[in-house]
């Protein structure tokens, strides 16, 4: 089913659709973006793991990450 069109209201004119609300503006930011630290700047955004104790660990990094030259 269709819904009827507004009706005009006798009393106070023709009925007006109400105006969509305009979109807010961006912000401008003055912020310094250097003064925010970058993924490059953590040991995570270089490929460093989080620190895990023991030997093990540290034999299971020497594996992963030793060059191919040295199988």
């Known amino acids: 089913m269709s819904t009827p069109a507004a009706a005009p209201d ?3 004119g023709p009925a007006v659709p109400p105006k969509p609300e305009p979109k807010p503006k961006p912000r401008i930011v ?15 955004g270089w490929g460093e793991r989080p620190a895990a104790g023991g030997g093990a660990a540290d ?3 020497f594996l ?3 060059p191919p030259h040295h199988i």
């Open 10 to 12: 006798p009393q106070h």
């Open 30 to 44: 003055f912020d310094d973006p250097l003064d925010q630290q970058s993924s490059d700047d953590t040991d995570r």
């Open 59 to 61: 034999l299971a990094r």
């Open 64 to 66: 992963d990450e030793k």
